[in-house]
């Protein structure tokens, strides 16, 4: 009732306003547009203002962080491109919002599936990001992205991702993740043991 509180209100701010120079001068120069500086700002240890300044700056995503699902595909020793999706149906099946469409071909001569999709469509207005797709393909062929810049001016047409779109090398996704590409790698290389040992044994 007697101003005590807008004082010291005022005085907190004050505070952050003196401690924000402070620190400038503790950091000189390095506490803008540097990992380190953005690392220290993100700390417990940070003084004044702590906020990053996006766009020019940005927070680092941890590993595990999810965004947009991608398609993997293998990258050949001349340039050429192994899907690793056989678009098996499952990712759209499991997926809540039902925003993962796929097209599917036969073989004209012998009227078999063809193991690779022919389109692949992605609306990512309606995906929420569940990661659900990722985790049920059995071919590690989709993962979930880092990408979380999306925005644009007609969502009608630029929203909905095409195989084209989607597609990213095994070499983008051990960049984004290498813990889990490491495993899985690992993982792939003892079952290709293993079962290179049961043919021997035959």
Same mark, same amino acid.
């Given at each position: ?14 505070? #952050? ?12 120069? #390095? #506490? ?33 962080? &999810? ?6 595909? !293998? !990258? ?42 022919? !389109? ?14 990722? !985790? ?6 989709? +993962? ?10 007609? #969502? ?6 095409? +195989? ?18 490491? &495993?899985?790698?690992?993982? &792939? ?8 040992? &049961?043919?021997?044994?035959?």
């Amino acid at each position: 009732m007697d101003g005590l509180g807008i004082i010291k209100g005022m005085g907190v701010t004050l505070r #952050r306003f003196v401690d924000t120079y402070l620190d400038d001068i503790r950091w000189w120069g #390095r #506490r803008y547009y540097t990992k380190e500086g953005i690392a220290h700002r993100m700390s417990k240890d940070a003084r004044g203002i702590f906020t990053i300044q996006y766009p020019e700056e940005k927070l680092p995503v941890p590993e595990e962080f &999810r965004f947009i699902p991608f398609l993997i595909y !293998e !990258e050949g020793p001349n340039g050429e491109h192994q899907d690793r999706c056989t678009s098996c149906g499952i990712c759209a099946k499991v997926c809540p919002p039902q925003c993962i469409w796929i097209v599917r071909t036969n073989d004209p001569a012998t009227g078999r599936p063809i193991p690779e999709p022919a !389109e692949f469509y992605i609306d990512v207005d309606i995906c929420m990001n569940c990661g659900f797709c990722a !985790e049920y393909c059995p071919f590690d062929a989709i +993962k979930m992205d880092h990408n979380y810049e999306l925005a644009v001016y007609d #969502r009608q047409s630029k929203n909905i991702y095409d +195989k084209e779109k989607l597609s990213k090398p095994v070499s983008y996704y051990a960049t984004i993740r290498p813990s889990n590409y490491a &495993r899985e790698e690992a993982a &792939r290389a003892e079952a290709e043991a293993a079962k290179a040992a &049961r043919k021997a044994k035959a």
